[in-house]
């Protein structure tokens, strides 16, 4: 029995031990709490275990990056409602604990950043039309961050970046956009028919123009040709017209080898004296010829 009671006193002081430690874990800093003397401490403790007295305590505070995601209802600058998720990431600074412990407590992002948060994103994006904004999220994200870095100033904590997702858009824009769009698309292939429509019309007048050219091209050729014929047939004339005298032809006439003369006896008048009686007279082709 004795020895039963040795053991319950065994494992309770080691019980008691137990709860006069804390251990901080990596990622985390702690501060050091005494109700009854100096209150909180200020110089934060790094991972490891650390005694206490079971009336003390130790506040510990996750210095980690954390992700906290908002659903943002906004309204945007032609006065439609938006819905979006804005996602921040961001922790306390580690050598800022104590100061962020007494000035706003470890419930630093319901009561600080949050709030911050959401008016910074509606505030940026009340400058933009619904149907930008998907395209237009990530330079709307940044300036929320910067804004939303502004407004933490001095407040001991840091914040690594703000993004938006799950951007929902009013069913009835939508449809008012799918509409537009298809309109726009329609309209674009219209314009392109209308192009390739002109372009034919345009080949086919310069393939014309080019026919026709030829056409003309031959037949001034062809009446130049026949000018310049007729001009060389006239000076031909012109000139043969100019060597047919009559002692030329006359030439010819004898000159022939087909000209044939014939010879033919003059009339003797008996009661005619004149000399040169008995003579005789020379037809040539196709007529006679004799003296007078």
């Known amino acids: ?9 065994m494992i309770g002081a080691l019980s008691t031990l137990a709860a006069c430690g804390t251990t901080v874990q990596p990622g985390q800093r702690g501060l050091r709490w005494y109700p009854f003397t100096q209150g909180l401490t200020s110089e934060p403790l790094k991972s490891g275990f650390y005694w206490r007295a079971p009336w003390n305590d130790v506040y510990l505070y996750d210095v980690r990056w954390q992700s906290y995601t908002e659903k943002v209802d906004a309204l945007t600058s032609d006065d439609l409602q938006i819905e979006l998720k804005a996602a921040i990431i961001m922790r306390p600074r580690p050598e800022e604990i104590y100061c962020l412990a007494q000035e706003i407590g470890p419930d630093f992002y319901s009561r600080v950043v949050r709030p911050e948060l959401l ?20 330079e709307i994200a940044s300036k929320v961050q910067a804004v939303v870095v502004d407004k933490l100033k001095g407040r001991h904590l840091e914040v690594a970046s703000v993004a938006l997702a799950d951007i929902e858009l009013a069913k009835l824009v939508l449809d008012a956009v799918e509409r537009k769009q298809s309109k726009e698309q329609e309209k ?9 429509a002109a372009k034919d019309a345009e080949i086919m007048r310069i393939r014309a123009k080019g026919e026709g050219d030829a056409v003309r091209i031959r037949a ?3 009446a130049e040709g026949l000018r310049i014929r007729a001009v060389g047939q006239a000076k ?12 030329y032809l006359r030439f010819k006439l004898y000159d022939s080898p087909n000209s044939k003369i014939v010879l033919l006896p003059d009339t003797v008048n008996a009661d005619s004296h004149q000399p040169g009686a008995g003579s005789t007279s020379a037809v040539g082709p196709r007529g006679r010829r004799g003296a007078a």
């Open 1 to 9: 029995m004795r020895r039963h009671v040795i053991v319950l006193l």
């Open 119 to 138: 008016a910074a994103v509606r505030s940026v994006v009340s400058n933009y039309a619904m149907v930008t904004v998907p395209e237009m999220s990530a």
């Open 188 to 196: 674009e292939q219209k314009e392109f028919e209308v192009l390739i």
């Open 220 to 222: 001034d050729g062809e």
């Open 236 to 247: 031909a004339q012109e000139t043969i017209a100019k060597t047919l005298t009559p002692a």
